[in-house]
Every structure is written in structure tokens, then in C-alpha cells.
């Protein structure tokens, strides 16, 4: 059974940190390159960052470039998305994706909400 499980969202204050995970199972999750996207409440999804499968390479939506940073664990099946210095527009839910050709996985989302 395929699944992408999210975790490590909370509430922060602003310029705090969070660090969300993305577990993979049921799919060769080191042949899909992975990205984080995010929903804010009446916004359409956006894309966050993405990774190659191998790490080579990550881009980054301009609003979190220089705080967020993307990564990967392939030998634990696992993606990262470190958030620093963030910001009440980060609220929103946070979504994995990982995609390979035809195919692509969603995670059910974690709930990530930046106030004071």
C-alpha cells in the first residue's frame, strides 16, 4: 500500500522553527523526486520546494527561499522541510508529494500555524 505520512506541524510563534516530515512506503520512494506544497485557507495549493531523486538538486517558491530548506533520507524513505524564521503567512497545511513519470503520491497533510 502506497503512503506518504506528514508530521512535525504545531503551532509556532513568528521566527520560530519547525521541521515537517514526509515518511514514505509501498513505492521505490528514492526513484521519485519529492516537494512539499502547502493550502492556506481559500488560497489555491502551492508548491513550497522540490528535491531530485538523489538530492542534486532543490528549488524553492520565492517567499521561503533563504528559511526553508528541503532534504531527503532515501535510505529512511523519509523527505524534510526545515522552516526557520517563519512567518504568520506560512499557516497553512503542508502537503507531500512524491512523483515519478506518470505517477505521483500525496501525503493527507499537516497542519503548520504561525502565530503569537
Known amino acids: 500500500q502506497v503512503q506518504l505520512v506528514e508530521s512535525g506541524g504545531g503551532l509556532v510563534q513568528p521566527g520560530g522553527s ?3 516530515s514526509c515518511a514514505a512506503s509501498g513505492f521505490t520512494f528514492s526513484m521519485y523526486a519529492t516537494s512539499w506544497y502547502r493550502q492556506a485557507p481559500g488560497k489555491e495549493r ?6 531530485t531523486l538523489f538530492g542534486g538538486s532543490t528549488n524553492y517558491a520565492d517567499s521561503v527561499k ?6 531527503r533520507d532515501s ?3 523519509t523527505a524534510y522541510l526545515q522552516m526557520n524564521s517563519l512567518k504568520p503567512e506560512d499557516t497553512a497545511v503542508y502537503y507531500c508529494n ?4 506518470d ?3 500525496w501525503g493527507q497533510g499537516t ?3 504561525v502565530s503569537s
Open 18 to 20: 519547525l521541521r515537517l
Open 46 to 51: 502551492e508548491l513550497v520546494a522540490t528535491i
Open 66 to 71: 533563504g528559511r526553508f530548506t528541503i532534504s
Open 75 to 77: 535510505a529512511k524513505n
Open 98 to 101: 512524491a512523483k515519478h513519470r
Open 103 to 105: 505517477r505521483s503520491y
Open 111 to 113: 497542519q503548520v500555524t
